[in-house]
């Protein structure tokens, strides 16, 4: 993927201070501890990994272990600011679930994703015959974590269908953050995109 650091410093930008978030697919808490330093955010983190969870503790965050795909029931209606679900969605069994769990339980939610309709993936797969491979998209087909492919189009037909808010969008590549691009070309030359959106 590109660079966590231009992803990171993006949603940071973001999300306001002080506020309270819930980080669905934390990993190893990275992003959630960048936010409780640089923010004073309050909240706490969901992952499904083992190893993910003690690195994230480590660093002395709250995180539960779950599976965003079960849904997020222990979590009442708004009870966060933001939700953060950054670099995940693609690789959820149940992303529109998930993204209505979100919406659910945080009055604005922050989706971050490679874009598949980026420019060199697409050459990729035309000219070589083989599943892209980027580094947005460093695997193999065999091993890779993402099941659910979508574009930066894909995603704002969804919200479109789904009545969903886009408040704001940042489109990455090649080390840059563009918020002005024109949005068809935005799926073209974006290789990862960050929404923030409500219901």
Known sequence: MLG???NYRQ???LVKEGSKILDLGCGDGYLFKKLVDEKKVTGVGIEIDEN???????????????????GLSQFGNKTFDYTILNRTLQSTDKPDYVLEE????????????????YWKVRFYLLFKGKMPKSRALPYEWYNTPNIHLNTVEDFFDYCKKNEI???DCIYL???KARKKVIKPFANFFSEEAIFVISK
């Open 4 to 6: 966590r650091t231009l």
């Open 11 to 13: 949603i940071t930008k």
């Open 52 to 70: 993910a969870v003690i690195k994230t503790m480590e660093r002395g965050l709250s995180v539960i272990q779950a599976d965003l795909d079960k």
């Open 102 to 117: 979100m919406l659910r339980v945080g009055k604005k939610a922050i989706v971050s994703f490679p874009n598949f309709g």
């Open 165 to 167: 808010n886009i408040i």
């Open 173 to 175: 590549a090649k080390k």
